[in-house]
């Protein structure tokens, strides 16, 4: 990486996305939102270790989980009638 990523602050009137991730290890994601030029820019990003039961999971389950924590940790940004889409990359 180049540089260090920059976080914006999130703009309620634009849809949220997050894109998730899971290594042999550890969970995480980011939040993010399109700015008002069309880029794609990171409102928060989180990960955590996985615990031993969590580390025998199939990948696809390991994803899935990924999901469940990014729901659970910005759930109030996603009360409401709010439209978002959540980005992984196993089926």
Do not use: W
């Not at 969590?54 to 109030?76: C, G, Q, S, T, V």
């Amino acid at each position: 990486m180049a540089s260090a990523p920059v976080l914006v602050i999130s703009d309620d009137s634009k849809p949220y996305y997050f894109v998730c991730d899971a290594s042999d290890y550890a969970i995480g994601f980011a939040l993010m939102q399109i700015n008002h030029e069309g880029r794609e820019r990171v409102v928060n990003y989180q990960s955590r270790q996985m615990g031993p039961a969590e580390m025998d999971y199939p990948i696809h389950d390991k994803e899935l989980l990924a999901m469940r924590y990014a729901l659970i940790k910005f759930r109030e940004h996603l009360l409401g009638e709010r439209t978002f889409a959540l980005y992984a990359d196993h089926a």
